[in-house]
């Protein structure tokens, strides 16, 4: 499965620049009815593919981020566990010790 997810995003990337390779024309792109880039289209689509890349970027690290918080929230609750088992361990034992009344 971790070769997929090398060799998917690594198909796609030669895909894209093979077609932008193929369109070298140039074209006129409005951007934002404010101002016109005159470019070729496979800048364009090299432009919009890195775009894209860049924000999927962003969004598997706010991803990331959360897992390593919630981990580290875990692990301090682990701790915690951990510390409590051993004191219920240690009070178990001292009272094991202890001489039986007769009445028990």
């Given at each position: 499965?971790?070769?997929?997810?090398?060799?998917?995003?690594?198909?796609?990337?030669?895909?894209?620049?093979?077609?932008?390779?193929?369109?070298?024309?140039?074209?006129?792109?409005?951007?934002?009815?404010?101002?016109?880039?005159?470019?070729?289209?496979?800048?364009?689509?090299?432009g919009?593919?890195?775009?894209?890349?860049?924000?999927?970027?962003?969004f598997?690290l706010?991803?990331?981020?959360k897992?390593?918080?919630e981990?580290?929230?875990?692990?301090?609750?682990?701790?915690?566990?951990?510390?409590?088992?051993?004191?219920?361990?240690?009070?178990n034992?001292?009272?094991?010790?202890?001489?039986?009344?007769?009445?028990?």
């Amino acid at each position: 499965m971790n070769r997929l997810g090398f060799i998917a995003p690594l198909f796609l990337l030669v895909a894209v620049a093979v077609f932008a390779t193929l369109n070298s024309g140039p074209v006129d792109v409005d951007v934002f009815k404010v101002t016109t880039i005159r470019t070729t289209v496979g800048m364009l689509v090299i432009g919009t593919f890195a775009a894209g890349a860049v924000v999927m970027t962003l969004f598997g690290l706010a991803s990331r981020f959360k897992f390593w918080k919630e981990k580290k929230a875990l692990n301090k609750e682990l701790k915690s566990a951990k510390e409590e088992l051993g004191l219920l361990r240690s009070r178990n034992a001292e009272l094991a010790a202890q001489p039986k009344k007769d009445g028990e």
